[in-house]
Antibody, heavy 121, light 111 residues
Framework: QLQLQESGPGLVKPSETLSLTCTVSGGSISSSSYYWGWIRQPPGKGLEWIGSIYYSGSTYYNPSLKSRVTISVDTSKNQFSLKLSSVTAADTAVYYC?????????????WGQGTMVTVSS | QSALTQPASVSGSPGQSITISCTGTSSDVGGYNYVSWYQQHPGKAPKLMIYDVSNRPSGVSNRFSGSKSGNTASLTISGLQAEDEADYYCSSYTSSSTPYVFGTGTKVTVL
């Protein structure tokens, strides 16, 4: 049973960099037909796709965040990570990592439980 | 790329059927059969309910069904149950600069 688990600081100061890691267990991050993505949800609001990465390192990002986002992958640790720079209060949200299937299934089919990140001094 | 448009709320009595709409454009919903639907209970992660317009993942009740007509996709819940009370989000692949977009979300209330 594939599982994803987010980890990282729950509080980040304005102008600093938010860093989160998603650990994949019960399966390999190097599987074909899957990207690995980050999605966020501000309190009381809807979902926003941040970006996705393939195990080879190929990435694509939401243009609205692209200048501040870096997603990377570490296949040896079965992990992928998110860095969001120059954060403001508007970046306060629950951050989810998810498996991003494509091909036979085209959807975010497995999600982590999410981690709340608050941007505040 | 704007979010796909969903009604803010939909309600129904137990046993009834309800339908949630998800309206986009020919660049997203209308142009691709890559619409998915997610159920989210309070404080929980979203759960995939429908993928590729009308396909159910293993383990999802057959009371949930999806369809599409033109630029509007729909999720129908038949035989509404108390446990179906949740927020529902659609999502679609798009040909715009943002390859994936979510809907605005719909709160389903079981009366």
């Amino acid at each position: 049973q594939l599982q994803l688990q987010e980890s990282g600081p729950g509080l980040v100061k304005p102008s600093e960099t938010l860093s989160l890691t998603c650990t994949v267990s019960g399966g390999s991050i190097s599987s074909s037909s899957y990207y690995w993505g980050w999605i966020r949800q501000p309190p009381g609001k809807g979902l926003e796709w941040i970006g996705s990465i393939y195990y080879s390192g190929s990435t694509y990002y939401n243009p609205s965040l692209k200048s501040r986002v870096t997603i990377s992958v570490d296949t040896s640790k079965n992990q992928f990570s998110l860095k969001l720079s120059s954060v403001t209060a508007a970046d306060t949200a629950v951050y989810y990592c998810a498996r991003h299937a494509y091909g036979v299934v085209n959807a975010f089919d497995i999600w982590g439980q999410g981690t709340m990140v608050t941007v505040s001094s | 790329q704007s979010a796909l448009t969903q009604p803010a709320s939909v309600s129904g009595s137990p046993g009834q059927s309800i339908t949630i709409s998800c309206t986009g454009t020919s660049s997203d919903v209308g142009g691709y059969n890559y619409v998915s639907w997610y159920q989210q209970h309070p404080g929980k992660a979203p759960k995939l309910m429908i993928y590729d317009v009308s396909n159910r993942p293993s383990g999802v009740s057959n009371r949930f069904s999806g369809s599409k007509s033109g630029n509007t996709a729909s999720l129908t819940i038949s035989g509404l149950q108390a446990e179906d009370e949740a927020d529902y989000y659609c999502s679609s692949y798009t040909s715009s600069s943002t390859p994936y977009v979510f809907g605005t979300g719909t709160k389903v209330t079981v009366l």
